[in-house]
């Protein structure tokens, strides 16, 4: 989905057109205000987005700016679930630029190239797959170490560290065999098939 966020009603009935030419969907909000009312709501019913989105933003409206919906979302940590690419006049420019160092993915200058924007928003929304997948991949990480029993957890560890069984056998005095049962469900818990797997898995970003 892309979301347009852009005052003028020709601009949003133009990019809506473009975008259906290239089989992208679009959802348009006539200000910065109604795009967050919105985007408040559906936060509030869940995690969001739950498909690949992007944002196309325009830099100056009235009341709330571009600059400062754009801010809200660097506060809510969604710019790169929902990507944001900012249209702007030439005056602008400098103000993007400062922008895109700070998370944006993109600024566009009006007038734009039509094939140039819509490839710029379908590699925004693959970063927003990207993004989507791994806060996926999280959440399943964080049900499976929420199934491990407390014994599992500490054979987990020892496993990560990369002691064989007899060690670790010693280290929580229980017998190799006993050790043996608790990392075959570890690993089946885990979803893994070796004691690499398991740490690549655990390892910040690993998963």
């Not at 985007?39 to 969001?48: F, I, K, P, T, V």
């Not at 895109?100 to 590699?123: H, I, T």
Request: proline share 4%; aromatic share 4%; glycine share 6%.
């Amino acid at each position: 989905m892309v979301y347009l966020v852009d005052d003028e009603d020709v601009v949003r009935d133009a990019l809506a057109w473009l975008l259906r030419s290239r089989r992208l969907l679009s959802e348009a909000h006539g200000s910065a205000e109604a795009f967050e009312t919105m985007l408040r709501q559906r936060l509030a019913a869940g995690a969001w987005p739950s498909a690949p989105s992007c944002l196309l933003l325009d830099v100056r409206m009235p009341g709330m700016s571009g600059l400062a919906l754009f801010d809200r979302l660097v506060e809510l940590g969604l710019t790169r679930l929902l990507p944001v690419i900012f249209l702007t006049g030439h005056a602008d420019v400098p103000t993007a630029v400062a922008s895109v160092k700070r998370g944006a993915f993109d600024f566009v200058e009006k007038p734009f190239s039509d094939n140039a924007l819509v490839d710029r928003v379908e590699q925004a929304l693959a970063l927003s797959l990207q993004a989507l997948t791994e806060r996926e991949d999280a959440r399943a990480l964080a049900r499976a170490l929420a199934e491990l029993t407390e014994r599992e957890r500490e054979v987990m560890q020892l496993v990560v560290e990369g002691k064989p069984n007899k060690l670790i056998a010693d280290a929580l005095d229980i017998s190799v065999r006993t050790v043996e049962v608790h990392r075959a469900r570890l690993f089946e818990k885990m979803n893994v098939k070796s004691a690499v797997e398991l740490a690549n898995l655990l390892r910040p970003g690993g998963g």
